[in-house]
């Protein structure tokens, strides 16, 4: 198995200079032989699919349409829900705050680095709880796994400063807005 690079950003990056951005990380990522973790639908899944980066697929909602293409791997964490005692779901279906809290953790153990595009309430709601824990676990025992922000506005860097998710002095985490530095930073040791 490879290292892995957790993807995360808007469903619908709608074209442009971010979808082209994508596709460059994808294919320079893909280069260094590093596979992709990403959920299952949207923009992002089918471009770094394209790229012909090893992805894999796992989703927190009962499959339903979605874009299955090459991904290698597809981990159902609704199956593994229905799997937990009865307080955990919900008239037979797992409770959708449980297996969003699954597909996280499983991303979060699997994943040696974690790149998000600029996004709107899905995107932080992932990175929210990676930046927390990468600050008040992993930088304290050394074992950080880095972190970009591509292409994040100053507006949004300084809310995330003044939530006390990240400061000047975090090695481990990067803004960028150009792919080869982005890749670079990610897959650089040490």
Known sequence: MGKRVFIQGDRDLGGGSFAEAAMKIAILLNQKRWEANVGIQGDLVRIFDESG???HGHIAAPLRTVHVGSIRTITDCNIIAQSLPREYRQGGVAD??????????IWASRSDAFLFFSGREGTIAH?????????KSLAKEGRAKKVV??????????ALRTLGLWSPADKWLAFHENEEMAVEFLTKEG
């Open 53 to 55: 980066i090893l992805c």
């Open 96 to 105: 959708p705050f449980v297996t969003w809290s699954l597909r996280l953790g």
């Open 127 to 135: 990175l929210v709880p990676i930046l927390a824990w990468n600050r």
């Open 149 to 158: 922000l591509f292409g994040w506005s100053r507006d949004q860097m300084y």
